[in-house]
């Protein structure tokens, strides 16, 4: 979806499926490189891919594991069995967090997007949102999202101002 999204000229766009690739395929060298394709992104937006090469589910996997072989080893390997309690409470932490960070509706400003005051096209402008940002979604109402910048300003963009990082439904 990003290189189609960059062929077409949406170089915001395809840089939020980019983020979001490293989630869905950690070990995918070209999902990873893509980034670096983008010569108008800035740098910094990089930091926001994961840089832990296991998905979700697969440390959830590892977590069992661990859990698994601390059990086993819990009356004769006491060592390895707290060294196997602590992969699992990592695994597993780590896991929930991943969990609610891709709950939270985020996603990167496109350029020309205006914080509003209303949900309205008329409504005053506020400020005017620097390209690239990235902002959480707040409300969705009739084609509108009110956004939370990572600076802490508030407003109102119109849906198609925001290329979505985690789903928007």
């Known amino acids: 979806l990003g290189a189609a999204r960059w062929l077409a000229g949406d170089d915001v766009g395809s840089a939020a499926a980019w983020l979001r690739a490293p989630r869905v395929a950690p070990r995918n ?36 594991i661990a859990w698994w072989v601390a059990a086993l080893c819990w009356q004769r390997h006491r060592r390895t069995a707290v060294i196997s309690g602590v992969v699992f409470a990592l695994a597993l932490g780590t896991a929930g967090l991943r969990t609610i960070e891709d709950s939270r509706p985020r996603g990167l400003l496109r350029a020309g997007a205006s914080l509003r005051v209303s949900p309205i096209s008329t409504a005053q402008v506020l400020s005017d949102a620097p390209t690239w940002s990235i902002a959480s979604v707040e409300l969705e109402r009739s084609g509108w999202y009110r956004v939370r910048l990572e600076n802490g300003r508030r407003g109102w963009i119109p849906v198609t101002a925001l290329a979505p990082l985690a789903p928007l439904d």
């Open 29 to 64: 060298t070209a999902a990873r490189g893509a980034l670096t394709t983008i010569n108008t992104m800035p740098h910094d937006l990089s930091v926001h891919a994961p840089t832990l090469p296991l998905s979700r589910d697969e440390l959830v996997i590892l977590a069992l």
